[in-house]
C-alpha cells in the first residue's frame, strides 16, 4: 500500500460501509415494491454490478489496482458493521413504505371504484328494462309460456293422419 495506513483503512471502512447501505436500501425497495423473484434478481444483479465496480476503484485508488486482503477485509467489515446495526430499520422502513403506498393508491382509487359500481347498477338497471341493445335488442324473442304453448308445444310429435 502507498501512503499511510491509517487514511486507507478509513477509506476502505465508508466504501464497505456504504455498499452496506446500498445493501439495505435495494432490500427496503424490495420489501416497499413487494416483488417477487425477479424482482430480487434485478436488484441482486444491479447491487453485485455496483459493489464490484466500488471494489475496483477502491482497489485502483488504494494500491495501483491491486486488491489487497486488507482492503476487502476492512470492506467486509464495514459492510457487515451497518448491515447488522441498520437491517431491522430499513425491514420496518420498506414495510411502512409498502403499507403507505397501498393506503394512497386506495385512496387515489375510490373515485374509479365509485364510478364501476355506478356503471355496473346502471348496466343492471338497464337490463331489467329491456332497452334494445343495438344488434342483439334487433333478434327475435323467445316464446314465452302463455296462450297456446301449453296446447301446441314445439316439441312434441303431432298425430300421424291415418288413411
Known sequence: MTGSTWPIALFCLTSGAALGALFLLCKALRLALG???????????????????????????????RLRLLQAALQALGAWGVVVSLDPLATA?????????????????APFRWAKGK??????????????????????KPRRKGAGFEKNPPYAKKPEKST
Not at 423473484?37 to 465496480?53: E, P
Not at 422502513?93 to 382509487?109: A, E, P, Q, V
Not at 338497471?125 to 344488434?135: E, L, S, T, V
Request: aromatic fraction near 10%.
Open 35 to 65: 416483488g417477487g423473484k425477479l424482482l430480487t434478481a434485478a436488484l441482486d444483479t444491479a447491487f453485485g454490478l455496483v459493489c464490484g465496480a466500488v471494489v475496483f476503484l477502491c482497489a485502483l485508488a488504494v494500491d495501483k489496482g
Open 119 to 140: 356503471l355496473a347498477r346502471w348496466k343492471k338497471a338497464r337490463k331489467k328494462k329491456n332497452f334494445p341493445k343495438g344488434r342483439r335488442g334487433s333478434k327475435k
Open 93 to 109: 422502513g420498506g414495510k411502512l413504505l409498502r403499507f403507505l403506498w397501498k393506503k394512497i393508491s386506495c385512496f387515489l382509487s
